[in-house]
């Protein structure tokens, strides 16, 4: 079965014939965890940096500070899996160095999950983060591997007024 993990979402999956998917991660992260005992995989797609108070229709996947233990306790209570036999990788996070760019989302986003994980005792590795492409993550549960597909970011004014102009000038 194919899952999609949108924009602050996520997605546990126990079944050896599952691909859990995410597209375009550009200042968010992708965040996965895979347990070769369990053939477990759960992927978040992180989209900011830190939760002041969560609403009513926020989920705890979406924020940097939140998804590492939420998606953990996920995959602990759906297969069983302990905190020991995960392992964790990192994606997205791009440096949106363009125009407008004050909030460094990418860099806060990386660097607070990264603190989350330490703060849990959790070893990571960053597979693919920061730079200026956009991601798209498939991860297939069956063996823990994680394609990743790059797309250019175009930050630049230039860029942009590329886009708006006529066909054929």
Do not use: W
């Not at 691909?19 to 550009?26: D, E, H, Q, R, Y």
């Not at 895979?34 to 002041?52: D, F, T």
């Not at 998606?71 to 995960?86: C, F, M, P, Q, Y």
């Amino acid at each position: 079965m194919e899952h999609i993990v949108g924009i602050g979402g996520f997605a546990v999956s126990g079944s050896p014939d599952d691909v859990i998917k995410t597209f375009a991660l550009s200042t968010c992260v992708g965040l996965v965890y895979y347990s070769m005992r369990k053939r477990c995989l759960a992927m978040a797609h992180i989209q900011l940096p830190e939760c002041r108070a969560m609403g009513s229709g926020d989920k705890p996947s979406r924020f940097a500070d939140t998804a590492p233990e939420f998606l953990l306790n996920e995959i602990k209570r759906d297969h069983g899996v302990t905190a020991r036999e995960v392992l964790i990788s990192l994606y997205g996070g791009i440096d949106a160095k363009g125009p407008g760019d004050c909030f460094r989302i990418g860099e806060k986003n990386l660097a607070n999950v990264k603190a989350k994980l330490r703060q849990l005792g959790l070893a990571y590795k960053e597979v693919d983060t920061g730079g200026q492409e956009s991601r798209t993550l498939v991860a297939y549960a069956s063996t823990g591997i994680v394609e990743v597909i790059k797309r250019p970011m175009a930050f630049t004014q230039g860029a942009a007024n590329q886009q708006r102009r006529p066909f054929g000038r």
